[in-house]
């Protein structure tokens, strides 16, 4: 007679349906851990701006930072190639 399932089929198939729960509880808290993971990594970002600069601020702080650089570059080489005349005379 097939009525009777054998002891070790059933414990398999609630250990099966354990894993199965498992599983998914664990995928459920690995996507909790990415979002809090990606929350606290703006929150760094944000950290990182000046209080109270918009991202379009911060862009045109970093644009004059770059041009004021380019200049001081400029003005650098001017200045060596000056020295360097002068010590020729």
């Known amino acids: 007679m097939t009525l009777q399932q054998p002891l070790s089929g059933s414990c398999n ?3 099966e ?8 509880h ?3 808290a690995l996507i909790e ?3 809090c993971s990606r929350l606290e990594s703006l929150l760094l970002k944000k950290k990182s701006l000046n209080n109270g600069d918009s ?7 970093v644009e ?3 041009v ?11 200045a060596e190639k000056r020295i360097l005349d002068h010590r020729e005379w």
């Open 68 to 78: 004021l650089s380019e200049f001081l570059a400029n003005s650098t080489s001017q």
């Open 55 to 61: 991202p379009e601020l911060h862009t045109e702080k």
């Open 64 to 66: 004059k930072l770059k």
């Open 26 to 28: 664990l995928k459920a």
């Open 33 to 35: 851990i990415q979002l």
């Open 17 to 24: 349906t354990a894993k199965d729960a498992t599983v998914e």
């Open 13 to 15: 198939n609630s250990s």
